[in-house]
């Protein structure tokens, strides 16, 4: 028998294996194989058996099997088959992307004493002495042993020499990452778990009259242990207030016994479902609308206002599906910068609840998967990578914010979007896929409009509660005395400040981190730069750094201009931090603080401000895109969009529909309660068609509008994109391996094809960059062939000694 067996590489096609005959008992697909290629080994998945031999090579034995039951299931392997396929990946790269490490395990070299070489070193040097007699006493070592003997020094040259001079030899061998969480917990000893043994114990006053902390110590076990019934060591010192030595004391004296157990890593809450509230009619509406879709429809895409009450009519759906016994998926944008739903959900489904993302330690997403994998977990919130876990039972799919561009995986492969990714998963199981935004992406929209999707539409704030008032503030109108962007208008300043004193809270937003995206010499113009990528460099002033948002390299403050030697620079434009010092200047009496990916880099630095911003602690929150996403507070009253500009001037298709969809998610945070909201808009560009649809919150009449444009230009929903980027280190040969790429495609798809061109930014990590672009019609053949040829000519030009090391990227339904 014989294996087709995918291994985490980007290999052009899986790899077969010989099955040995003692291991075909039981082996199955979706099971974790040991396998070897060229020296190294690898944990590797089993996606078929086969009874025919490959005509053209001898495979190789697999050398063990690691599973006694399939990893995933075939669901799981379907789904990485699919993704391959669609998004021109290998199935090893999905692999790769899909398990957690512990699973991958890890190829480790071991070196192995040659007992033919003997025990005489007399001709090794002192090094190469060392470590052959370490070998000689243990046979083998691992290579962080070598370290330790050498203490550091030159380890692989003398390895290297052993293994030249026949002393040794390497072996690898596959290291299991995983370690169990233990606890020491304690234990009464079995010579006094009777009642009456226990009582003639704690009556001995002469066995206790020296030991009266000890005695202490015992009664405190006693009591912990009828309230806990298991009583951990931890708890029981912590409690008790006792020391180490005396509990060691009642162990040596066989009183207490101690036992180290494995825990889990994840906190454990009992399993129960309180749905405490009742739907308004708007939202029994919106939930009958979508069951009456699902009898005929598999997808539905739920549009709602923002606080309309959207994630209510989800948690109903859930109740449905867990009382069925059925497993739901519940995917966000970003998991980390929703804390507030999380907390939500627990409240509803208690230890029915798992969450997954890729905050947690690798030995946490380990227990993870295997509690959706034996079915424990029955509703899984999660980001994109939750897509991957090894559900038995999928009933139910929510994309939430279906519409958010953090769906879309980039780098590295597979490049993947989780909504249509979830979509085909979910009728791998026959599942029903909901989709929910209040401002939806244009394709969503359209197959909902034309009937793909079944659409429900829930138009009214929770609670009748009226959508905020949105003012242009006509940013032209006020004038910096260095000719630079004004923060904080005086009309914005009032608004503020009448906020505050209403006990109020504000919400301010700008979608830049850092102080100030780029210096200037104020002489000739110079604007330092990035080394490595063609960007500016952004100003830190809590760090007093120039970062490049692109690479992360940082750099010294530039006092000196590169190209004149003048030493006075202009501070152009503003970010999060600069919009931070200055409120402090406006408002000194407020409490401010700034939500970025600079402030809360820590696991739970973003809860705690979300927990400080609902308890009132904060007055102002200024932040980037982050204030977006999921967030539900009482009491804002003032939403501030301090540069609708930089959301109105790209050059790319989307931007429009970007715009609209940020503008009306940040006005979507004021009056979600009392319905008294204010959102302004400073803006430059007063007359720009989308601040009229983001005025009057009227999303259908921007989507007839956009929906022409795309239309008339051929551009998604009516035609499926394909991205094709160049990168290398060279100028000249980005330029050439792009040009006689699309002198190639022209040839079938001259009309579909666009470019090639450089992007807007260059070059990033030192690497040139040119882009193709294909405009397909929405045929599958069509798109089938474009595939085939783009992998086609990928493999010439991997085949030319010039283009070699050019690295050639499609990008399938690029974001």
């Known amino acids: 028998m014989y294996a087709e067996i995918i291994i985490p590489l980007a290999l052009p096609k899986n ?10 008992q039981g082996l199955q697909p979706g099971c974790r194989v040991e396998v070897s290629l060229k020296n190294k080994k690898y944990a590797g998945i089993v996606k ?16 063990s099997v690691l599973d006694l039951k399939p990893l995933i299931y075939p669901e799981q392997l379907a789904l990485w088959s699919w993704i391959a396929q669609y998004y021109m990946c290998s199935e090893g790269e999905v692999m790769a992307a899909s398990l957690p490490a512990h699973f991958k395990l890890s190829s480790e070299s071991i070196l192995v004493f040659n007992e033919s070489f003997g025990d005489d070193f007399s001709s090794l040097e002192h090094n190469e002495y060392l470590v052959a007699e370490a070998l000689l006493l ?6 962080p042993e070598v370290h330790e003997i050498l203490h550091g020094n030159a380890v692989y040259p ?9 002393v040794c030899y390497i072996y690898e061998s596959l290291k299991e990452l995983y370690k169990p969480k233990t606890e020491i917990y304690i234990s009464l000893h079995p010579d006094y778990r009777a009642e009456e043994k226990l009582a ?93 879709h699902f009898e005929s429809k ?47 959900l627990q409240s509803h489904f208690g230890g029915y609840l798992g969450i997954y993302h890729s905050r947690f330690s690798q030995n946490e997403r380990f227990e993870i998967w295997n509690k959706v994998r034996s079915g424990e977990i029955k509703v899984l919130l999660g980001a994109r990578s939750a897509l991957f876990l090894p559900f038995t039972d999928l009933s139910l799919v929510i994309v939430d914010e279906e519409h958010d561009s953090s769906y879309k995986q980039q780098d590295p492969a597979p490049r993947y979007h989780a909504r249509d990714t979830a979509i085909y998963y979910a009728s791998l199981f026959k599942a029903k896929t909901l989709l929910g935004s209040a401002t939806p992406s244009i394709e969503s929209y359209y197959n909902g409009v034309h009937g793909k999707y079944g659409l429900t539409a829930l138009m ?3 609670g009748q509660v009226a959508m905020p008032v949105i003012e242009i503030i006509d940013t032209k109108k006020f004038f910096q005395k260095d000719g630079s962007k004004i923060i904080c208008t005086p009309v914005l300043q009032e608004a503020i400040q009448q906020t505050l004193d209403r006990k109020k809270q504000v919400i301010l937003f700008r979608n830049r981190r850092g102080y100030s995206p780029y210096q200037i010499c104020k002489i000739c113009g110079w604007i330092p730069q990035c080394k490595n990528c063609d960007v500016s460099l952004t100003f830190h002033k809590l760090t007093n750094k120039l970062l490049c948002h692109y690479c992360g390299t940082s750099y010294p403050p530039v006092n000196t201009c590169a190209a004149c030697g003048n030493h006075e620079f202009i501070q152009r434009n503003f970010g999060t931090e600069k919009i931070e010092e200055e409120l402090g200047t406006l408002f000194p009496g407020a409490h401010i603080a700034r939500m970025d990916i600079d402030s809360v880099r820590g696991k739970t630095a973003h809860d705690m401000l979300i927990k400080q911003f609902e308890q009132q602690r904060v007055d102002i929150l200024v932040g980037t895109q982050m204030v977006v996403k999921g967030l539900d507070f009482d009491h804002v009253d003032l939403v501030g969009i301090l540069d609708a500009d930089s959301l109105l001037n790209f050059s790319e298709f989307r931007v429009n529909e970007r715009a609209f969809q940020l503008m009306e998610q940040v006005s979507g945070r004021a009056g979600r309660r009392d319905g008294k909201g204010r959102v302004m808009i400073q803006v430059a560009n007063t007359r720009h068609p989308v601040l ?66 450089e992007p807007v930014i260059a070059r990033i990590r030192g690497q040139y960059i040119m882009e193709l672009m294909l405009k397909l019609p929405k045929n599958g053949s069509t798109i089938a062939l474009a595939k085939h040829v783009i992998q086609q000519h990928r493999s010439i030009l991997g085949n030319d000694h010039k283009f070699r090391s050019v690295t050639i990227i499609p990008d399938i339904d690029p974001v």
């Open 200 to 292: 003639d114990l704690l009556n001995q006053d002469k066995k206790w009259s020296r030991a009266e902390k000890q005695l202490e110590l015992l009664l405190s076990f006693l009591h912990i242990q009828k309230t806990e019934q298991e009583v951990s060591r931890a708890a029981l010192l912590k409690k008790s207030g006792a020391s180490d030595a005396q509990l060691k004391a009642l162990i040596s004296k066989n009183i207490l016994l101690s036992e180290q157990r494995p825990v889990g890593r994840l906190k454990a809450s009992p399993l129960a479902i309180d749905i405490p509230f009742i739907l308004s009619q708007a939202q029994q509406l919106a939930l009958s609308g979508i069951q009456a």
């Open 298 to 344: 598999n997808v539905c895409l739920l549009h709602g206002y923002t606080s309309s009450g959207k994630t209510q009519v989800y948690i109903k759906l859930i109740e449905e599906q867990i009382l069925q016994n059925k497993q739901i998926l519940y995917l966000v944008p970003e998991i980390a910068l929703t804390s507030q739903i999380v907390r939500r």
């Open 48 to 63: 078929s058996l086969l009874q025919e031999k490959p005509a053209a090579f001898d495979p190789r034995p697999i050398e």
């Open 692 to 757: 009229e649809w983001v005025i009057n919150h009227d999303f259908r009449s921007f989507y007839e509008r956009e929906i022409v444009g795309r239309q008339q230009f051929s551009y998604p929903p009516f035609s499926r994109i394909i991205q094709i980027t160049f990168k290398h280190k060279i100028k000249d040969i980005v330029h050439d391996a792009a040009a006689l790429f699309a002198l190639h495609l022209h040839k079938e798809f001259g009309n579909y094809l666009t470019g090639p061109g």
């Open 138 to 143: 243990k046979k083998e070592l691992k290579i």
């Open 158 to 166: 003398v390895v290297k020499r052993l293994i030249d001079k026949s």
């Open 15 to 24: 790899y077969t294996w010989l099955v040995p005959e003692p291991m075909i």
């Open 460 to 462: 009214e704030r929770y």
